[in-house]
T-cell receptor, first 112, second 112 residues
Framework: DAMVIQNPRYQVTQFGKPVTLSCSQT?????MYWYQQKSSQAPKLLFH???????NEADTPDNFQSRRPNTSFCFLDIRSPGLGDAAMYLC???????????FGPGTRLTVT | QKEVEQNSGPLSVPEGAIASLNCTYS??????FFWYRQYSGKSPELIMS????GDKEDGRFTAQLNKASQYVSLLIRDSQPSDSATYLC????????????FGAGTRLFVKA
């Protein structure tokens, strides 16, 4: 089945220790997104790519970076995680044109 | 600030009843509307998409869109305990690029 895969599903890191989250997709969608979601809140868009065209949200902290080396893969790097970065990180994909987004299972990040 | 508003709930309905979930949005030029279901600790799952005024039915789910009043709703008929989840409304607007905004969701409890 075509899907969006995220690894790892759970990640524990220490305060200030860099961490990388990965996402891959077999849907062959041009658009990929990274969201941060905290408890009882809406998913907050961090970045999105149209193919390799990178789009950074204005309020995404500089601590967060992203890479998309090819159509199938996308990475989220958190350079110096703080306690406030503990959240669920969601990867999603869609076709170009404002169509529905398909989410991966998410990565739950804990910062100690 | 473009917004999507939902009543946070919880909305509690008995098993077999109709659950009615509502969402309002502020950007008049919004063009694509989605409902996602999110179980606790899981990622959002697409339930319905609707693009034009009126009703769209899929099984027990009906999405209703009224662009003049800027609201979209989701009706769940014959509610089941397994429908207990948070329902996220998402709205996409094309303003020189497609942008999707999520509401914070309505928690639904279906009592057996």
């Amino acid at each position: 089945d075509a899907m969006v895969i995220q690894n790892p599903r759970y990640q524990v890191t220490q305060f200030g220790k860099p961490v990388t989250l990965s996402c891959s997709q077999t849907l062959n969608h041009n658009v990929m997104y990274w969201y941060q979601q905290k408890s009882s809140q809406a998913p907050k868009l961090l970045f999105h790519y149209y193919d390799k065209d990178f789009n950074n949200e204005a309020d995404t902290p500089d601590n967060f970076q992203s890479r998309r080396p090819n159509t199938s893969f996308c990475f989220l790097d958190i350079r110096s995680p703080g306690l406030g970065d503990a959240a669920m990180y969601l990867c999603a994909t869609s076709r170009v044109g404002g169509y529905e987004q398909y989410f991966g299972p998410g990565t739950r990040l804990t910062v100690t | 600030q473009k917004e999507v508003e939902q009543n946070s709930g919880p909305l509690s309905v008995p098993e077999g009843a109709i659950a009615s979930l509502n969402c309002t949005y502020s950007d008049r030029v919004s063009q694509s509307f989605f409902w996602y279901r999110q179980y606790s600790g899981k990622s959002p799952e697409l339930i319905m998409s609707i693009y034009s005024n009126g009703d769209k039915e899929d099984g027990r789910f009906t999405a209703q869109l009224n662009k003049a009043s800027q609201y979209v709703s989701l009706l769940i008929r014959d509610s089941q305990p397994s429908d207990s989840a948070t329902y996220l409304c998402a709205v996409t607007t094309n303003t020189g690029g497609f942008k999707t905004i999520f509401g914070a969701g309505t928690r639904l409890f279906v009592k057996a």
